[in-house]
């Protein structure tokens, strides 16, 4: 039997809960959006041809931001194709996915349904093929309130109001040799430092993400981000991380530590970019965006597109399948960005629906939950306040790709207003429970709300749309008050959400 000891205190606190952590991520990319959250003439679609089946589920899955259009498809759209009438708009080849792209859907069609999902925007340019000017266009059209000629393009098109948009992405994965436009970092570095202070001439208090090394295997590692930002420090706020993990020959312990890779890719981006901050003597922080990460069966469903002379309309790609162990290794990765949440601001699954994704859909037929639906759902409801700096002590494991690593891993979050404490665990040992003391001081606990698990059996289950709900939380029943302390057991492999009630945190 493994043993994990966690001690939590509301009054050591590491960071407020941003809600941008729990953001999402559309991409014009394979079945993403058309017959993902956009199919005219489906039975539950609106007006605008929105499923209201994916609306109902994305609420209920408590994403707050969807980053959008790309991904890799923005290093090559022309913004001004997907704006005013449909029956006018361009049909063009999609160069990152050799698809066609009808541009039925564009940015208004995405404004309207954010509204109706009420979600923020977060709005990447294309610095593959286009630039500064660009750019610049695109948020005039967007954030501009009038009596300009793309303010006034917008109301003519039917949105008299500015949409506001905060958040940009200066462009996507930049390092990488499959991305259209790719350049070094200084050639980069540059160009979003330019773009930046051109933007910023329109609003000040746009928040501007730089693009980092495109995943922690990158050649350019570590030099890309030092090089990016020797540039741009000045006028960018946040750096990109993207992450994507899946079992390596069949090796299930190293997979359940995945948190360990996000843990020490974090950690490395932070102290680059602080080193850069101290090298100009700045007291400004540079924040992430993780604005990238998921589990990815890469290998079963390669990313590289297909060829030839057919360009398909919404082609089916990358629609992964996704088990209870995914859904344990999903519900791991947001107890690392949660951990990080002075430095990690903004985060998003990629993607929302059909594409590597925790929603699936039929055209014309169903929509349904994958596995790892469950913990995103859960945690992006239940985190809430600030995170606080758990101590942990406990058994250790061996695993082949991180080496020894805590057994258990978990974070917790305290909510002043609820007076809630939310504890996130995983048990990342494939055949041994784990008992786990979690003691609370400086709080006077007065319940147990909610104890709940996925996991534990049957890790190789997946959701279809007609199927069971696998990995939909089960009650755990071995959560235990004892005074100042809850004691529980983790089943092996498995992610579990504790909910205890607290009246008042000691003076």
């Known amino acids: 039997m493994n043993t994990a000891r966690l001690s939590l205190d509301p009054r050591r606190r590491v960071a407020p809960v941003s809600r941008r952590l729990f953001g999402s991520f559309v991409e014009h990319l394979g079945r993403c959006v058309y017959t993902g959250i956009y199919e005219p003439g489906h039975p539950t679609a609106d007006a605008d041809g929105f499923r209201r089946d994916v609306l109902a589920l994305v609420r209920e899955l408590g994403v707050t931001t969807v980053r959008y259009p790309g991904g890799n498809f923005v290093s090559s759209y022309r913004w001004e194709d997907g704006v005013g ?227 398909p309309v919404a082609p089916r790609l990358l629609e992964d399948h996704y088990s209870v162990a995914d859904a344990v290794v999903v519900g791991g990765l947001l107890i690392s960005l949660l951990r990080h949440s002075d430095r990690v601001t903004a985060a998003c699954q990629a993607q929302l629906v059909n594409v590597i994704a925790p929603i699936m859909t039929e055209p014309g037929g169903s929509a349904w939950r994958q596995t790892i639906f469950h913990p995103f759902a859960r945690t992006a409801r239940h985190a809430r306040g600030a995170v606080l700096d758990v101590l942990r002590d406990g058994s250790t494991t061996t695993t082949d790709r991180y080496g020894e690593v805590a057994a258990v891993d978990a974070v917790s979050t305290w909510d002043d207003d609820s007076g809630e404490i939310s504890v996130f665990l995983v048990n990342r040992v494939t055949d041994t429970p784990a008992e786990v003391t979690v003691d609370v001081s400086g709080a006077h606990l007065t319940g147990i709300i909610e104890c709940v698990t996925v996991g534990g059996t049957d890790l190789a289950a997946k959701n279809t749309a007609d199927g069971p709900d696998h990995g939909a939380p089960r009650p755990n029943d071995t959560a235990r008050q004892a005074d100042a302390a809850v004691r529980l057991t983790l089943p092996p492999a498995s992610w579990t959400m504790l909910r205890m009630r607290a009246t008042e945190a000691t003076p």
């Open 85 to 311: 009438p449909v029956d006018r708009r361009p049909a063009r080849l999609d160069l990152a996915w050799h698809s066609l792209e009808t541009n039925a859907f564009g940015l208004d069609e995405f404004m309207r349904w954010l509204g109706q999902a009420d979600l923020e925007p977060i709005m990447a340019v294309n610095l593959g093929t286009r630039g500064t000017a660009e750019a610049v266009d695109l948020l005039e059209y967007a954030n501009h309130r009038g009596g300009s000629h793309l303010a006034d393009q917008r109301r003519a098109n039917g949105t008299d109001d500015p949409y506001g948009i905060r958040l940009w992405c200066l462009g996507n994965e930049m390092d990488g040799p499959w991305q259209v436009g790719q350049r070094s970092a200084t050639e980069y570095g540059r160009l979003a430092a330019q773009t930046a202070k051109a933007m910023r001439r329109f609003d000040p208090e746009l928040e501007l993400v730089a693009c980092g090394s495109s995943h922690l295997g990158m050649p350019t590692f570590g030099s890309w981000e030092r090089d990016v930002l020797t540039e741009a420090y000045d006028d960018v706020d946040l750096i990109s991380l993207h992450a994507y993990y899946q079992p390596v020959d069949d090796d299930l312990p190293s997979f359940l530590a995945s948190g360990e890779d996000m843990d020490r890719y974090i950690d490395a981006v932070t102290a680059i970019a602080d080193s850069v901050g101290a090298i100009r003597r700045s007291t400004k922080k540079i924040m992430i965006a993780f604005d990238e990460w998921n589990v990815w069966y890469q290998s079963a469903t390669p990313s590289t597109p297909p060829s030839g002379d057919d360009w």
